[in-house]
């Protein structure tokens, strides 16, 4: 059980606003804040390569609780200045040339989506999309059918989309990859930190993430897996120091694992802050956190059903934390800026964030209320009750 009044008396910012938008960025905790503040104070007074060298240890230590909260290996494990560099470093070194096919999803993210567009047009890369159950998640059985059919030199896909609250299958999806040996990349961009996630489980090769949405991280930073056999087989799109040594004027050597996608250079206040905030959710605890976001989301969503005017439009048989809706003669724009004067901060998605997915159902855009654990049953009933007088 989770311990509500603990995790608000943790985060200052609840006794500002009712904050459900943490599927753009959360509220951080105390222990997150405090990590990266002494650390750039340190910066501050001594220097930020000295402060680097005397705390490589709590640096280092990140690798180690990225790697445990995704049950990956340690060397598996890069970080990046947020999910999408993170997911570019892979996507772009897979090699992909004329005439190779990747199989998405309907519900991608938009900068997926543009990267698609760009090797398609660039390259000649061959760009099919998985369709849905009836109940809007990737239709596993039909993938399977897709991949049997031709070859396929990628399954990517996200977890949870941008825009509503669908978990994606993406365990059955990995028992796809792996029996047909398909490569998979998965973005878990929205689903880190709000749910359990176990690479080994899932069966991913490739996985990315940010810092700052579920996790409560903060922002600019994020990171990405990639097992070591691919890892060890790929050439980054980009070199540099970290990612590649030069040994002698004339060579280089590549770095060993998940270090050969990474820059030396980073924002290394927010490299600590991560890692506090994994720390907090694994104390805490992830399957506790996903429990009580299932119950606020589900109870969130039945009680806007129920009010005349307020379409809900979260597909998925199985639901997370983000809850998207229109009111009936509202811009989705107003209503975020309405409930802003009410000190209760939402975000809005629009046609182009889930390109395909907003286009399928014709949706302009949609208010995206996403709940986290340390919202309150009363900052819930405050939204509720603004809602209703908006519809
Ligand atoms: C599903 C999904 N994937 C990827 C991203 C990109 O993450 P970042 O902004 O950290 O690059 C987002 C951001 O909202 C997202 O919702």
């Known amino acids: 059980m989770i311990d509500v009044p603990l995790l608000r008396s943790d985060t200052p910012g609840v006794r500002k606003v ?4 943490n599927a753009g960025a959360a509220l951080m905790p105390t222990p997150v804040i405090d990590a990266v503040e002494d650390y750039r104070q340190e910066e501050i007074l001594y220097g930020g390569y000295e402060t680097h060298r005397k705390r490589g240890n709590q640096i280092a230590a990140v690798y180690s609780s990225i790697a445990d909260l995704i049950g990956s290996e340690r060397s598996e494990v890069a970080l990046a200045d947020n999910a999408t560099r993170a997911w570019d470093m892979l996507f772009y070194s897979l090699g992909l040339t004329e005439g190779s096919r990747i199989i998405t999803t309907t519900s991608e993210y ?3 989506w543009a990267a698609y567009l760009q090797v398609r047009d660039r390259l000649g ?6 369709p849905d159950t009836s109940s809007g998640e990737i239709d596993v059985e039909a993938l399977e059918a897709m991949v049997t059919e031709a070859d396929t030199a990628l399954i990517t896909m996200n977890h949870m989309p941008t825009n509503g609250g669908l978990v994606n299958p993406a365990a059955d999806v990995g028992d796809v990859a792996s029996r047909h040996g398909v490569r998979y990349l998965l973005d878990a961009c929205q689903t880190i930190g709000q749910m359990p996630i176990d690479v080994n489980e899932i069966k991913c090769d490739m996985l990315t993430a940010t810092s700052r949405k579920y996790l409560r991280g903060p922002r600019g930073v994020g990171f990405l897996y990639i097992t070591d056999e691919l890892a060890e087989s790929l050439d980054p799109v980009f070199v540099e120091t970290e990612s590649a040594p030069v040994v ?17 250079e980073k924002a290394y206040d927010n490299v600590v802050g991560l890692g506090a905030a994994i720390d907090y959710a694994t104390d805490i605890g992830i399957e506790a956190i996903w429990d009580r976001i299932r119950v606020m989301s589900t109870s969130m969503r039945n009680v806007l059903e129920e009010i005349e005017g307020v379409t809900v439009h979260d597909l998925g048989s199985v639901k997370g934390g983000i809850v998207s809706f229109t009111i009936e003669g509202r811009q989705t724009l107003e209503i975020r800026e309405l409930l802003s004067e009410q000190r209760i901060n939402v975000s809005t998605s629009t046609a182009f ?5 907003m286009h399928a159902r014709d949706l302009e855009g949609v208010v995206r209320a996403s709940v986290h654990a340390y919202n309150s049953d009363e900052e819930v009933d405050r939204f509720i009750d603004a809602i209703r007088v908006m519809a």
């Open 110 to 112: 938009v900068s997926n």
């Open 353 to 357: 964030s889930a390109p395909v997915d």
């Open 18 to 21: 009712a904050h459900f938008n």
């Open 248 to 264: 002698l004027p004339d060579r280089f050597d590549l770095a060993a694992g998940a270090h050969r996608f990474e820059t030396w």
């Open 125 to 130: 890369v061959v760009v099919d999309v998985a």
